[in-house]
């Protein structure tokens, strides 16, 4: 069983950062796909980023120049920067037990508690 913890949110104001973090343990998943998703209220939940075991990352077209995904065997992060208010959203760590990343919810085995992050205007 992998045991995902995020950390890292809080509020800001619009075009500043946020680093979030996400620690796994209980299983070794350096060979797992690891991504984030983010919910608002009122909104499904979607797909913001993810990495593979190789380094290779995708991201939302909404956020593509604006966060990074890094990681290294048993957690990653995800740098937020020129964050806007529609950013405003449940940010959740997510693991696949595949090393073949995919942007839908449905795919991933493992889920964190999530972490609020909220940028005002």
């Known amino acids: 069983q992998v045991h995902l913890v995020e950390s890292g949110g809080g509020s800001v104001q619009a075009g500043g950062s946020l680093r979030l973090s996400c620690a796994a343990s209980?299983?070794?998943?350096?060979?797992?796909?690891m991504g984030w998703f983010r919910q608002a209220p009122g909104k499904e939940r979607e797909g913001v980023a993810s990495?593979?075991?190789?380094?290779f990352a995708s991201y939302a077209a909404s956020v593509k120049g604006r966060f990074t995904i890094s990681r290294d065997h048993a957690s990653n992060t995800l740098q937020m920067n020129s964050l806007k208010p529609e950013d405003t959203a449940m940010y959740y760590c997510?693991?696949?037990?595949?090393?073949?990343?995919?942007?839908?919810?449905?795919?991933?085995?493992?889920w964190g508690q999530g972490t609020q992050v909220t940028v005002s205007s």
């Open positions: 997510a693991a696949r037990s595949v090393d073949y990343c995919s942007d839908s919810r449905k795919d991933y085995n493992y």
């Open positions: 209980g299983h070794t998943i350096s060979w797992y796909c």
């Open positions: 990495i593979d075991s190789g380094g």
